[in-house]
């Protein structure tokens, strides 16, 4: 197989690493041609977008600003083509000639293999092509196909979702520096909370409700900090900040 790359910029380069494996070759198309100075030995090959039509898939990883180009000189491209840009609807591509539409929304997480993937497919895509796109994502992290009106709360959700939750952790860091616990402890101590909150509640299914009030003691000192987080509404302004995310999300589309 021949996986063509265009954009190999934050995520594009996550994707040519992870894929390196999966193609004979990876076709990559990048205007900052420094950006593949690390990718300069087989299956790794330079190329331009007349290249990349050589490629069996195509992943499109550029800003949305930038796919209208790449979109017009791709034009009638008869592979699969993958696109992970945010607010680019799989019609929007379908205009372009292009009918075999995998449309993803990645998170930064793919960097270490456990990022959150959404998928949808154009109906042009047959089911053993997007059992292939499936299994090249799951590379990735966890794949999930979802309806694509869903995409816009999915770019908010778990597209943006990284960067809501380094707010977070950067918040943990500093109350831990106010408390007198040292930087590189605080992140050895912070970094695993996180980890492992989400993997107690993954494993157990139950509601995170349920195990917070598992930790509270009565008159304790969780508790404390419980009604602190509601007097500064916490909850609300997590719930208003991704909702404000999905709005944007919900613009791109309209463009
Ligand atoms: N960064 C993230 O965490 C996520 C990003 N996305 C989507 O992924 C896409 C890429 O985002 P990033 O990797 O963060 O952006 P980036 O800016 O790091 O990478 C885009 C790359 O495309 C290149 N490029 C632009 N026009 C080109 C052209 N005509 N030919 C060749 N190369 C061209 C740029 O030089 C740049 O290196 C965006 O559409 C974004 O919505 C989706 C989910 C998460
Ligand atoms: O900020 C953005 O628009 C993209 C979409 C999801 C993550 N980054």
Redesign the pocket.
């Known amino acids: 197989m021949t996986i063509g790359i265009?954009?190999?910029?934050?995520?594009?380069?996550i994707f040519a690493e992870k894929f390196s494996k999966e193609a004979e070759r990876i076709l990559l198309?990048?205007?900052?041609s420094e950006?593949l100075s690390r990718f300069d030995a087989p299956p790794y090959e330079v190329a331009d977008?007349e290249k990349a039509r050589e490629a069996d898939l195509i992943v499109?990883?550029?800003?949305?600003q930038?796919?209208p180009?790449?979109l017009g000189?791709l034009k009638g491209f008869d592979g699969i083509l993958l696109s992970?840009?945010?607010?680019?609807k799989i019609e929007e591509i379908r205009k372009y000639g292009i009918h075999k539409v995998a449309r993803i929304?990645?998170?930064?997480a793919v960097r270490v293999g456990e990022g959150v993937l959404a998928t949808a497919f154009s109906a042009d895509m047959s089911s053993e092509e997007r059992e292939l796109v499936k299994s090249l994502l799951e590379k990735l992290g966890f794949v999930v196909e979802i309806e694509e009106k869903l995409f816009s709360a999915v770019?908010a959700l778990t597209?943006?979702g990284?960067?809501f939750i380094f707010v977070v952790v950067e918040a943990f860091l500093d109350a831990a520096l106010k408390m007198g616990i040292p930087l590189d402890t605080a992140k050895e101590l912070v970094y695993r909370l996180f980890r492992g909150s989400a993997e107690l509640l993954i494993e157990t299914d139950e509601h995170p409700a349920l195990w917070k009030h598992r930790v509270s003691s009565p008159a304790g000192t969780t508790i404390e900090g419980l009604i602190t987080m509601e007097r500064f509404a916490v909850r609300s302004g997590v719930i208003e900040s991704l909702v404000s995310s999905y709005k944007r999300a919900l613009e791109l589309e309209e463009k």
């Open positions: 265009v954009g190999v910029g934050n995520m594009g380069s198309v990048e205007k900052d950006k977008l499109l990883a550029v800003k949305p930038d796919a180009v790449v000189t992970i840009v945010a607010g680019l929304m990645p998170n930064v770019t597209g943006s990284p960067a």
